[in-house]
């Protein structure tokens, strides 16, 4: 019988030298036994391990790749974890105060709120400002902080400068050394002011400020805003108006200033001036004659004006001298800016106090001559009436020099005080 015919001679040939394999991996033998039916086939081995999957560098990739992928998602948890902390409202449930000085820095800044309990953790919060790139954005100042605020909405307010807004308020006809004492005296501006800035250079009014400002920096704004001012006022100005330059118009309306503080007065002071200038009368006005000799510093309290003041010879006493004196007297507020640039259209030539604060206006010296004598009948009653303070309300020097009868307008004095 022929070989090939025979079961199993094809399976005895896989085993055969040459095959590459051994036989007892190869197909299936024919059983000899029942038994050999039932047992399992083997099962091959896996294939051997590459020589290139042992080599080290192999191995050190593998490694860093592993320590790569665990950094990353370590970070990336570490993240989520910091910005759910951030955002995540904080427990107090009360508005506090918290103060941020200037300079500070932000790991100083993160130490004040954690010490306040605003925040949980000084570490997240310096991580989370970072993280937005707003270090150096974190203003000074008193900051009101609000219940149950975040770590990123504390930061936030910072950042826009929400900070708790204190002010100042400059009175109109204040000289600049007057100001600036004003400003040294506020306990919660910082610094110095460089240098005292000329008169007439300030504009009065209210400068909101934060917690940390200087002193230097409200002067600065104040000069500003007198410049914007100044250019409009200028640019508005009558031009008919005997004054060359804008330094003239504040020198004006500084005297306009000291001389009334009634809104409705000011452009009629400023034409009694201006009519004045037109004819070359002497201004005469008091508070040129203070600003003369005291300066700066301005009358002491309680200090009257004697006949040797206004006999003083200087730049700025209007008594001497013709024409505006040699600068401002002071620093004037918008409304006595606006009042010199466009003076009511009168002829008025005098004014004196009535006594309720305001004052009488005249065409002639024999109109004024009556209005003075009304205002000293006026002192009178209330003297008699125990009124100390009627002394204090003097006409001014017309009313202690008045020319005689026959004197010029020219040469007659103008009582002019600050009510």
Known sequence: MNDTNQPGAKDNKAGEPGDGRPSEFGNRINPRSPGDALRPERVPPPPPRSQQARHPIVIVMNFAMTILVVGVLGAAGLFFFGKLRFEQQSHFDQPRTVSIERGKSLREIAEELHERGLISSKWIFIAGVRAYRLQDDLKSGDYLIAPHSSMREIMNAMVGGKAILYSVSIPEGLTSKQIVDRLNADPVLVGEVQEIPAEGTLLPDTYRYSRGDSRQNIIDRMLRERDRVMTAVWNGRDKDLPIETQEELVTLASIVE?????ADERSRVAAVF??????????QSDP????????????????????????????????????????????PGKAALAAAA??????DLYFVADGTGGHAFAESYADHRKNVARYRKWVAEQKAKGDASAAEQSAGPGDAEEAPDDASADDAPVPAPKP
Request: charged share 20%; net charge positive; hydrophobic share 25%.
């Open 342 to 347: 466009n003076p009511s259209r009168t002829k």
């Open 258 to 262: 000291k001389e009334t503080g009634i």
């Open 288 to 331: 040129t004659v203070i600003y003369g000799i005291y300066g700066g510093s301005g009358l002491p309290s309680g200090t009257p004006i004697r006949r040797s003041d206004l006999d003083a010879v200087n730049d700025y006493n209007t008594y001497k001298i013709s024409g505006l004196p040699k600068g401002p007297i002071a620093n």
């Open 274 to 283: 201006i009519n004045r200038l037109r004819q070359n009368m002497r201004l």
